[in-house]
């Protein structure tokens, strides 16, 4: 993850100082200054997740030279088979979406679905692993 992280770092740098650039020469335009910062707070967000994730895991193989192609062989992560959570989750989004033009009603409906699925997906498998009895 460190080449990731140095990647999305340079692209992070560039948008934070074309934003400050922009956000100089047109006085008259600050939604596309707020656009590169959002684009700049993004960027720095995603180098910072691979950044502690190399500094946890340490270096895969893909980041060693002298690695070998059976060396990144082997389960990568776990994968839900199926679940209902991702249908809740799209149709709390379609809801609240739908909201947004039809009333205030809607989208608080709409977003108590959403979360419920969100919430759904990240707690399904908190247990896994965990010898229960």
């Given at each position: ?86 249908i809740v989750t ?32 990240v707690f399904q ?9």
């Amino acid at each position: 993850m460190k080449a990731e992280a140095l990647l999305f770092g340079g692209v992070a740098v560039f948008f934070g100082a074309a934003a400050a650039l922009y956000g100089v020469w047109s006085r008259a335009d600050p939604a596309g200054t707020a656009a590169l910062i959002v684009a700049f707070g993004m960027a720095t967000l995603v180098s910072f997740f691979c950044t502690v994730t190399f500094l946890r895991h340490g270096p895969r193989a893909q980041d060693r030279t002298e690695a070998e192609v059976a060396d990144s062989a082997g389960s990568v992560e776990f994968f839900p088979p199926h679940s209902l959570w991702p249908i809740v989750t799209a149709l709390g989004f379609a809801l609240a979406a739908t909201g947004v033009v039809f009333g205030l009603w809607l989208f608080l409906i709409g977003f108590g679905v959403l979360a419920r699925g969100v919430a759904g997906l990240v707690f399904q498998y908190v247990n896994r692993g965990v010898d229960q009895d």
